[in-house]
């Protein structure tokens, strides 16, 4: 079983910034692929980035250029830079990790872009 636990999330103006970090339990280098959801009030969760093991990643069209994603296995730690925050990317955000088999998700920190 692997906990995630996320921080970093709060209130910020739009074209500010936030770093969100997503701690694991026990090793992630066993979880293929890490990632960063995000739901918004009476929305679907969507997909925001992901990274494989192998560092490959994986933006939504709405964050590339503005978020990036990062892990570090030895810390089994997943980072998401965001910056130039808009008002849409106020939700509640989610690490994601996922192995062969099982998926685990984290409790949520809540991103608000406000003025």
């Known amino acids: 079983q692997v906990q995630l636990v996320e921080s970093g999330g709060g209130v910020v103006q739009p074209g500010g910034s936030l770093r969100l970090a997503c701690v694991a339990s026990?090793?992630?280098?066993?979880?293929?692929?890490m990632g960063w959801y995000r739901q918004a009030p009476g929305k679907q969760r969507e997909l925001v980035a992901t990274i494989t093991g192998a560092g490959t990643i994986n933006y939504v069209d709405s964050v590339r250029g503005r978020f990036t994603i990062s892990r570090d296995n030895a810390k089994n730690t997943v980072n998401l830079q965001m910056n130039s925050l808009k008002p849409e990317d106020t939700a509640v955000y989610y690490c994601n990790g996922r192995s062969q088999f099982l998926v685990y998700w984290g409790q949520g920190t809540q991103v608000t872009v406000s003025s």
């Open positions: 026990t090793g992630i280098a066993r979880l293929n692929v």
